[in-house]
DNA sequence: CCTACCGATCGGTAGG
DNA sequence: CCTACCGATCGGTAGG
């Protein structure tokens, strides 16, 4: 139903959340695939290759939810709630990625760690235009915007960290959470 | 004027920022240092041993400054603002310790590992307290005051990562502004 | 603070 | 997917 190489991206993925990158050995990884490191191989060209894999995918997926959400008219506080959902589908179906992009990213060599910081630049860059526009429409009043999305984000992204699949709390009202901290914290 | 020792720690938190604590060697540390690896171990016991004074200094900073913020008398949310003032302040005079501290504590062993999270546990706890506080008081109107609590965190912890002591805004400014934002978003 | 060195472990390859 | 193995590097110690 799911083949070896995924299995082993998916491992690793738990192994590098919880261990982190550099502490995380292929003899390891190999032990909890129940094989022999080297075998690993067979299936993968390097250990970074891994971490790349789980860092530009989600980078994809942020990207993705991002363009859908705010691609739909309406008003921009209704996008940013769009976009606010989507932020937090991602980082919910996605939990250990998620929190290994976040927390690992800086292992990647060169090209990729540029791009991954380009990336994440343009993320927060499509935020702050969201709160610009906003602004400019009348229905936000913010004093510093670059400030009010590294706040936003920051606070998505702390999701990754603390929500658990069994907690009290669903997605949806976790959505429905920041978006009326934030909406009220930045209402015009 | 600045003893070797503290001199190692520094050297050693700027490198454990930049490329993480696993991945720094004391190889790297050494050279950074102008000396042989073998030798810092005349000043320090163990590469471990500089990530756990890192960690536990910053923890006390963060508690001190709360504890202080908190024990003047007034209105729940002056107390608020004094709280985020003193956390802001930790970061911007400590920011490559508080960047470690951040993402690093998950390399200490037991049973540093498990007293670092009580610390963070309590530490969010007080926040959570806080925001109760000013519930109770009608200061404030707040949904979900844990998601709140991880929400304010999250914000200024994420403050580490894009502060810049020449960029545009001063620590005064951001306090206000993190300020003005979240007190916006929970004012009854 | 240095030289010399330890055992352990690392990511990865060769060859099957 | 395994056995056998590579060179490199790791954190740390002994002895001065």
């Known amino acids: 139903m799911i083949n070896r190489k995924e299995q082993i991206e998916q491992t690793a993925t738990n192994l590098f959340r919880t ?3 550099a502490a995380t050995s292929m003899r390891e990884l190999a032990q909890s695939l129940g094989m022999e490191a080297a075998s690993i191989y ?8 891994i971490l790349q ?11 993705a939810g991002f363009r859908e959400a705010v691609n739909q008219p ?3 506080t209704e996008k940013l709630q769009a976009a606010i959902a989507a932020h937090v589908q991602v980082i919910t179906e996605n939990l250990a990625a998620a929190t290994v992009f976040q927390t690992e ?18 993320y927060e860059v499509n935020f702050r235009e969201l709160l610009q526009a906003g602004q400019a429409s009348g229905e936000f009043d913010i ?13 998505l992204n702390g999701l990754a960290q603390w929500y ?9 009202e976790i959505v429905a959470s920041f978006s009326h901290l934030f909406l009220r914290g930045i209402a015009a």
């Open 42 to 49: 067979a299936h993968i060209r390097s250990k970074e290759e």
């Open 105 to 122: 990213w800086r292992h990647l060599s060169e090209p990729y760690l540029s791009q991954i910081i380009q990336l994440q630049e343009e």
């Open 164 to 172: 658990k699949p069994q907690g009290q709390l669903t997605p949806t």
């Open 74 to 76: 309406g008003p921009v």
């Open 19 to 21: 261990r982190g990158f």
């Open 53 to 63: 894999k789980i860092c530009f995918r989600l980078a994809d997926d942020f990207f």
């Open 143 to 155: 004093a510093e915007t670059p400030l009010t999305a590294r706040a936003l984000l920051a606070s």
